[in-house]
């Protein structure tokens, strides 16, 4: 039986409040790192805390209550001047709050916490007396029980930073890997104790190991994952009130258009009652069209909640590479479907993994080369016209095209002819290949060209794109660009014979009617000539395996990160904003799902990307793409 029985919704409620709570504690605890004499922030860490604790001892969480109390008491005497600030207490406090977030997910199973790791305790009662000195060596000295397994140095407990960023418990880890302690940093020394690798977190927080094979999923993380996503959603009441409004008038324009049908069918149809059917049916539709806006506004969150857990990310981060590395926010506001959030999360962490990891120097090398000490890593959302716009940047070493595009060839990835074909831009984003990358040797963190490869197969299932800008010695900024909302989807109605079909429109660059005489054949395959390049024709017909009865006439100039081609097809049908309905029980290959049209029509949907890749034509289009920039630059 529960230990929350008939408390459930009062349990919930709770977890909801203090999630967020916690995470805001969280991000000011980053910030008073590094301004240790701010007593606003204190006071505003104090009450977070404070509140937690009431609300767990209402529902009679013990074990959380002693826990919060203890840390409670350390906030006060920081913020009374009691104790300073240091790397010591800092670390204590960052292992509390993961830990109270660690409890958070025995009460999300309904079960009562049980109690903190008693080293963990022993050092919240050492820093609250100002004996906590050398952080954890000092506390395993005192229990030499805890030292036998947490005596091991190197970085922060990554365990503990898990639960404290994911709110899940990580699996116990049988044996403890001890990684060479990282250079000290001035600003922010290197903790010591016992640790779990940063593979492991992104194992739990994306369901796959940076060592796992790029198309492989873990059996249990992200099915796990999958089981605990979130399907609640917190709408503002001013935004439900205006779905009330809308549909009151609605009914009203309803009642309208009844009345006046009956008139028409008792045999009025003079001029007027046909002016007030049209004013009637004009209103309906702008009515809807209003609601649709409204009721796809209650799907929107900020964006702010997905941030507001990578400051702690990057600050651990930094600390376990002796780096000074700052997270910078902004565009918290920013609104974004709520179905995109969480898948959001995984490319994001590999972002700023990378960025701290690969992209910005050390503190001593940013000296020797005139920079500032502190390196910035910017993480920014925005809204332009009907997208988000998401950006993660550095200020490091920026990529090296060249060096790239040889790496490329030395992993045998690349022919060096295609290697020489490739521009900059192309250059950059060969760090998205399966199995690329530019890391010396394999590390906990990163080197094995995986996470790279996740970051854009995940933006690409949400109907986005990445951009990577670079230069050399200024930094890197990679431009995640996404539809507002999963819901609606921007298409272009194309035909074969008479049957219509709809492609996304963001692949879309242009339209152009293929003409007999400028079709030239080469490997076999069609080819046309569009502004010096020469590229491949691909009938659709073809590819849905539709015997091919006559050559196309059109052709959708379709464009993606690596490929280029034009898609033969025999008429088009316009542009619409697809609502798309998913085929759950019964999906093809080919197919993202279904529309249906204003005339009741219903249309397929095209996932042109796995349509080539059924039909075998990817990576032939892929290779003839660079075959023939080069022989246009050779030109």
């Not at 409040?17 to 504690?25: C, N, P, R, T, Y």
């Not at 040889?406 to 250059?427: C, F, I, P, T």
């Not at 097809?569 to 542009?575: K, Y």
């Not at 759950?584 to 949907?605: C, E, H, M, W, Y």
Request: glycine residues 8%.
């Amino acid at each position: 039986m529960s230990d929350f029985a008939g408390m459930e919704e009062l349990l919930q409620d709770f977890l909801m409040e203090a999630g967020d709570l916690l995470s805001g504690v969280d991000n000011k605890l980053v910030d008073l790192e590094r301004a240790p004499g701010d007593r606003g922030l204190l006071n505003e860490i104090f009450r977070g805390f404070h509140t937690i604790k009431g609300g767990a001892g209402f529902l009679n969480a013990t074990e959380l209550v002693t826990l919060c109390h203890l840390t409670e008491n350390l906030f006060d005497n920081l913020r009374n001047g009691q104790l300073d600030v240091t790397p010591e207490v800092m670390d204590v406090i960052m292992e509390a709050t993961a830990s109270v977030r660690d409890m958070f997910g025995s009460l999300e199973q309904a079960m009562q916490p049980a109690p903190a790791d008693p080293d963990l305790i022993a050092r919240l009662r050492q820093a609250i007396a100002g004996e906590l000195v050398g952080g954890r060596a000092q506390a395993a000295a005192a229990q030499p029980q805890a030292a036998a397994s947490s005596a091991a140095p190197g970085g922060p407990n990554w365990e503990l930073l898990h639960s404290a960023v994911t709110g899940v418990p990580m699996k116990t880890i049988n044996e403890v890997r001890s990684a060479p302690p990282a250079s000290a940093s001035v600003h922010a020394p290197v903790a010591s104790g016992p640790t779990v690798s940063p593979d492991e977190i992104i194992k739990a927080a994306t369901g796959r190991r940076a060592s796992d094979k790029p198309g492989a999923m873990a059996t249990t993380g992200r099915r796990e994952g999958e089981k605990q996503r979130d399907n609640s959603i917190r709408v503002d009441t001013s935004r439900l009130d205006q779905v009330l409004n809308l549909s009151g008038e609605i009914g009203l324009t309803k009642n309208r258009l009844n009345a006046l049908r009956s008139d028409i069918l008792s045999g009025r149809n003079d001029t007027e009652t046909l002016h007030s059917l049209d004013l009637a049916v004009s209103q309906l539709d702008l009515l809807v069209s209003d609601l649709q806006n409204a009721v796809m506004k209650t799907r929107m969150q900020p964006i702010g909640r997905l941030f507001q857990k990578y400051p702690r990310i990057a600050r651990d981060l930094a600390r376990s590479m002796g780096k000074d590395v700052e997270l910078v926010l902004a565009g918290e506001e920013t609104e974004i479907d709520k179905t995109m959030i969480e898948d959001l999360a995984d490319p994001i962490i590999h972002l700023i993994r990378n960025a701290v990891d690969h992209g910005v120097e050390d503190s001593q090398e940013r000296i020797a080369v005139g920079k500032p000490e502190k390196s910035i890593v910017r993480l920014e959302a925005r809204q332009e016209g009907d997208h988000i716009v998401i950006l993660v940047a550095d200020d490091g070493h920026g990529m090296n095209a060249e060096r790239l595009r040889a790496k490329a060839v030395e992993k045998g990835l690349l022919s060096e002819e295609e290697a020489s074909a490739l521009d900059e831009r192309q250059s950059f984003n060969l760090i998205f290949l399966p199995g690329f990358s530019m890391a010396a040797k394999v590390s906990d963190v990163s080197g094995r060209g995986v996470g790279m490869d996740v970051v854009r197969t995940n933006i690409q299932k949400l109907n986005g794109s990445i951009e990577i800008q670079s230069q050399l010695g200024k930094g890197t900024t990679f431009v995640i660009s996404l539809p507002l909302t999963l819901a609606i989807l921007p298409v272009l109605l194309v035909r074969l014979g008479d049957q219509p079909f709809a492609v996304p429109l963001s692949m879309v660059r242009e339209i152009l009617p293929i003409e007999a005489g400028e079709v030239q054949e080469v490997g076999g395959r069609a080819t046309m000539v569009v502004r010096g390049e020469v590229l491949p024709i691909l009938p659709l017909a073809s590819l849905l395996g539709w015997p091919l009865e006559r050559s196309p006439c059109y052709g959708v100039l379709m464009q993606t990160a690596e490929m280029s081609f034009i898609l033969g097809i025999d008429s088009f049908a316009g542009r619409e904003d697809a609502v798309i309905k998913s085929l759950d029980d019964f999906r093809p290959k080919g197919v993202a799902g279904v529309t249906t049209l204003s005339n009741g029509q219903i249309v397929l949907i095209i996932d042109m990307k796995e349509l080539l890749g059924s039909a075998g034509d990817q990576r032939w289009v892929s290779r003839f793409s660079l075959m023939s920039r080069r022989a246009a630059q050779v030109a």
